[in-house]
């Protein structure tokens, strides 16, 4: 079983032509929706913007593997260990906050929903 415990094991598998097959077929079957979001009543699409700085399309939803990829190897492209998150969601997921966003509580989640 392969390990993934350095940027360059982990950069060889995300560059691998089996991870990018199983990545688009999650999106898929997730509908191009954060599935992060849809479990907070909230609905997050791709846009399909295109950045002119980077010259390609804006990364707006990547595939989060939900045991990390470190920790368990042998469920790398497991179909029912991956979802698909906003990169806000999967950020918030790992702990990774900036600046430029600012996480507010909803103030309207305790209320009873009509």
Same mark, same amino acid.
């Given at each position: 079983?392969?390990?993934?415990?350095?940027?360059?094991?982990?950069?060889?598998?995300?560059?691998?032509?089996?991870?990018?097959? +199983?990545? /688009?077929?999650?999106?898929?079957? #997730?509908?191009?929706?954060?599935? *992060?979001?849809?479990?907070?009543?909230? &609905?997050?699409?791709d846009t399909n913007e295109y950045s002119e700085k980077?010259?390609?399309?804006?990364?707006?939803?990547?595939?989060?593997? +939900?045991? /990390?990829?470190?920790?368990?190897? #042998?469920?790398?492209?497991?179909? *029912?260990?991956?979802?698909?998150?906003? &990169?806000?969601?999967?950020?918030?997921?790992?702990?990774?906050?900036?600046?430029?966003?600012?996480?507010?509580?909803?103030?309207?989640?305790?209320? /009873?929903?009509?």
């Amino acid at each position: 079983m392969p390990e993934y415990q350095s940027k360059l094991q982990k950069r060889k598998f995300y560059d691998s032509k089996a991870w990018k097959l +199983i990545r /688009e077929t999650i999106k898929k079957r #997730d509908n191009y929706e954060c599935q *992060e979001c849809k479990r907070q009543g909230k &609905v997050f699409l791709d846009t399909n913007e295109y950045s002119e700085k980077a010259k390609r399309k804006k990364i707006q939803l990547v595939v989060d593997h +939900i045991e /990390e990829l470190e920790d368990r190897p #042998d469920l790398a492209l497991d179909e *029912e260990n991956l979802q698909t998150l906003c &990169v806000n969601c999967h950020n918030k997921k790992h702990g990774r906050y900036f600046r430029k966003f600012v996480w507010k509580e909803n103030k309207w989640a305790q209320d /009873e929903r009509w």
